[in-house]
């Protein structure tokens, strides 16, 4: 797990950090230095049709795409984990009620939801992991759910309803750090999929919006002169597979080590 954590770690220090060594900022024009080649007037990667340093462009991109899943990751956390440990800790009708609601919006494109509500109510940045976060906690909910079922019959949770403790303060101080782990886990598998999604939209003009950037808008200039300059798309695409590889492998092994389901697979053969 530590070197897909390494690895994403490095491109979000040169993400956050790059852009301030940099003479060329990632929206400024080089009016002298239009669709500069590499390793050009200053420009490492070469500047694009407007004259803005490919390299400012893609640091900054990185950084808004990853600032944006982060963000659309903690607001699906927040509604699966509330959402999740209601349903699991009151159970019976409620519960049923809850989890079909779970079902049904699983039924529905998310991705035309989220077009829908960036068409209805603006692109800003704010809406965009807004938008994403309220339709990625479905799965986290349903995790948190489980988990909160298995341990609301264990023996400390009982212990605290006959002392009398209030079900709310049961959940945040006995239950819920005892979730924490998983939660984590399933956060770390949540942002790749928010990656996704931001790149995507932001690939189709519904996401980021200029003057800033992402991976997303830089995938589609790249694709628009891709016969006569291919780095332009390979260098944002291969750091977005990278992106989402890490965190996907970081997050299964993760995932793994607090369930045992990778240990149960490595023994099933041998019993």
């Known amino acids: ?5 390494i690895i994403v770690a490095f491109i979000v220090l040169l993400a956050m ?10 929206a400024q024009i080089d009016w002298d ?47 699966g984990v509330i959402w999740g440990a209601v349903a699991g800790w009151v159970g019976g009708r409620t519960d049923e009620v809850m989890m079909r609601i779970v079902d049904g919006l699983y039924a ?18 704010l809406l965009v992991f807004i938008g994403i976060g309220a339709v990625e906690w ?26 009398g403790t209030p079900g709310p303060r049961i ?3 006995h239950i819920l750090p005892n979730i924490a782990p998983v939660a984590i886990a399933y956060l770390m598998l949540t942002v790749p999929q928010v990656v996704m999604v931001e790149s995507f939209l932001s690939f189709l003009g519904l996401g980021v ?6 991976l997303g808008i830089l995938v589609n200039e790249g694709a628009a002169e891709m016969d006569v300059n291919p780095a332009a798309l390979i260098l944002p695409g291969l750091v977005l597979v990278t992106v989402i590889i890490c965190l996907t492998l970081a997050g299964e092994r993760w995932r793994d080590r607090l369930t045992g389901t990778g240990r149960a697979a490595r023994m099933a053969p041998d019993q």
């Open 138 to 163: 479905l799965t986290m909910a349903r995790v948190v759910r489980g988990e909160v079922m298995a341990l609301k019959s264990r023996p400390f949770v009982l212990a605290a309803e006959a002392a």
């Open 33 to 79: 230095s239009v669709r500069a080649g590499l390793m050009s007037d200053g420009h490492i990667l070469g500047t694009d049709d407007l004259g803005r340093d490919r390299l400012a462009r893609l640091l900054v991109g990185t950084r808004i795409t990853m600032s944006v899943a982060l963000a659309a990751a903690l607001v699906a956390l927040v509604i």
């Open 108 to 125: 529905l494109p998310f991705m035309f939801i989220v077009i829908l509500l960036m068409v209805v109510f603006g692109r800003s940045i």
């Open 171 to 173: 959940l945040l101080r």
């Open 1 to 5: 797990m530590r070197t897909p954590l």
């Open 17 to 26: 950090f790059g852009p301030m060594l940099l003479p060329w900022g990632h």
């Open 209 to 214: 919006q200029e003057p800033l950037t992402s």
